[in-house]
C-alpha cells in the first residue's frame, strides 16, 4: 500500500469528498511514485497549503477549483474526441475571456498549481525543470520566464538561483502576474531583482540575450508556435538553453494550437533552429505509443534546448 504525508492525504480526503472518481486517479498515478518522490511531494503539499492559508483561501475552495478545471478538461475532451481538433482557434478571444476574466481567474491559477501536486506528469515535468536549475545554473547569467501563471516555477527559479543574476517575467495576464508577486512575497524575502512585463512576449522588445528561457505550457496557447520559437530563439544568446513544456492531444479551455504526436512537437523545435539535449515524454496512460497516439490520449512533454 502506497503511505502518503499527511498534508498530501488531507488534499486526497478533499477530492473523495466530492469526487471519488477524480480521487482513484490520483492514487493510480501516485502509485508509480517513488517513496523519495512523495516525500518531495508532501513538501510541495505543505508549501502550498501553507501559501493558500496566508491568501486565506480553504483547502476545500482550493479542490472545489481544481474540480472545476477537471470538469471543463472533460467537457473539451468530449468535443476533441468527436471533432478531432480543439474548440478555441482566437488567442485574443481567450484572453478576453479568460486572462482579463477576475473570475475565471481567481480559480484558474489555484487549480493549476493544484495540478503540480495531483497531476504525476506536472509533478515530474517540475522536477525534470528543478533538476536542470540544480546542475546548471553556474552558466546562467540572466533569466526570462514566459507565463508565470501560478508563480510555482518563478518561486523555484528564485531559491535556486544566486540573488545576483537578474531574472525577467513576461506575461499578458495581469492575474497571473499578481498572484505570482504574492507567491514569491510568501516565500521569499528577496525579489528586488525581478522584473515583471505585462505583455504579449510578442510585443517584447529588448535588446539583452537571456543565458535561460523557460517557456513552460505556452506553445499549444498560440495560434503559431513556430513563430514563437523564433522569437524565443532570437531573445537567447548563442550558448544559451531553454527549457520547454507541451503537450499532445490536451483539450483544454486556453489551448489552440494542436500537437497530435511528440513527433510533431520535435520536428517543430528542430524546424526553428533547436537541437533537444535531454527530454521528457510523459503521458498519462500506461499504453504504447502506438495505442496513445491512436486513442489520442494526453501526452505531456518537455525538453531542454540549445541552439543548433
Not at 505543505?46 to 475552495?61: A, H, T, V
Not at 533569466?143 to 510555482?152: K, Q
Request: hydrophobic share 40%; with cysteine.
Amino acid at each position: 500500500m502506497t503511505i502518503y504525508g499527511n498534508v498530501l492525504s488531507s488534499y486526497l480526503n478533499h477530492v473523495a469528498e466530492k469526487s471519488p472518481i477524480q480521487k482513484k486517479k490520483i492514487e493510480k498515478n501516485f502509485s508509480k511514485l517513488t517513496l523519495e518522490e512523495l516525500a518531495e511531494l508532501e513538501q510541495l503539499a505543505i508549501e502550498y497549503r501553507d501559501y493558500l492559508q496566508y491568501r486565506g483561501i480553504s483547502l476545500n475552495d482550493a479542490i472545489d477549483s481544481y474540480l472545476r478545471f477537471c470538469n471543463d478538461i472533460i467537457n473539451y475532451q468530449i468535443f476533441f474526441f468527436r471533432h478531432g481538433n480543439y474548440p478555441n482557434k482566437n488567442s485574443k478571444l481567450i484572453c478576453s475571456e479568460i486572462y482579463e476574466n477576475t473570475e475565471v481567474m481567481a480559480y484558474y491559477n489555484t487549480a493549476m498549481a493544484l495540478t503540480q501536486i495531483l497531476w504525476r506528469t506536472h509533478f515530474e515535468i517540475y522536477k525534470f525543470f528543478i533538476s536542470y536549475l540544480k546542475t546548471g545554473s553556474s552558466n546562467i547569467r540572466s533569466y526570462l520566464e514566459i507565463g508565470c501563471s501560478h508563480g510555482l516555477y518563478t518561486k523555484a527559479v528564485v531559491e535556486l538561483l544566486p540573488d545576483s543574476i537578474p531574472v525577467t517575467v513576461v506575461d499578458i495576464c495581469k492575474h497571473s502576474i499578481d498572484e505570482t508577486k504574492s507567491v514569491l512575497n510568501y516565500f521569499s524575502n528577496n525579489v528586488k531583482n525581478i522584473s515583471f512585463f505585462k505583455t504579449d512576449i510578442f510585443e517584447f522588445n529588448t535588446a539583452h540575450k537571456y543565458e535561460f528561457i523557460e517557456l513552460g505550457e505556452v506553445l499549444e496557447h498560440v495560434e503559431n508556435p513556430a513563430l514563437l520559437l523564433r522569437k524565443i530563439h532570437s531573445l537567447l544568446t548563442p550558448d544559451g538553453k531553454v527549457f520547454v513544456s507541451t503537450c499532445a492531444n490536451a483539450p483544454a479551455p486556453d489551448h489552440i494550437y494542436l500537437f497530435r504526436t511528440t513527433e510533431e512537437i520535435r520536428d517543430m523545435l528542430t524546424a526553428n533552429g533547436f537541437e533537444i539535449e535531454s527530454e521528457k515524454v510523459l503521458p498519462v496512460e500506461d499504453l504504447s505509443m502506438d495505442k496513445i497516439i491512436e486513442k489520442k490520449i494526453t501526452i505531456n512533454y518537455c525538453a531542454i534546448l540549445k541552439k543548433i
